[in-house]
């Protein structure tokens, strides 16, 4: 199941632009196991902290939509039930 949630979880992220793509899968160790600091985000993408927060902050409330979040709220249910 950790496998189909990580695989919706890329396709989702498909749909946002690619430096929202970028910095989600750096930021939340999407891309290697390891979640990093805004200022690593920044330092690996070139970019400012606050460029970081702010692209950050955009894709986050963008996943929060109704017609995206959808297709995750199926893997929060189930994972309530098993607890």
């Known amino acids: 199941e950790a496998?189909?949630?990580r695989?919706?979880?890329?396709s989702i992220l498909g749909e946002l632009a690619p430096t929202e793509?970028?910095?989600l899968m750096i930021r939340f160790g999407l891309d290697d196991g390891s979640s990093?600091?805004?200022d690593e985000v920044a330092?690996?993408?070139?970019?400012?902290r606050e460029k970081v927060r702010?692209?950050?902050s955009r894709a986050l409330n963008k996943l929060r939509h109704p017609?995206?979040?959808?297709?995750l709220k199926g893997?929060?249910?189930?994972?309530?039930t098993v607890r």
């Open 36 to 38: 990093k600091s805004i």
């Open 67 to 71: 017609l995206r979040n959808y297709r």
């Open 54 to 56: 702010s692209v950050e």
């Open 43 to 48: 330092l690996r993408l070139q970019v400012t």
């Open 3 to 5: 496998d189909l949630l």
């Open 21 to 23: 793509q970028d910095v």
């Open 75 to 80: 893997y929060l249910q189930q994972s309530e």
């Open 7 to 10: 695989a919706e979880i890329i």
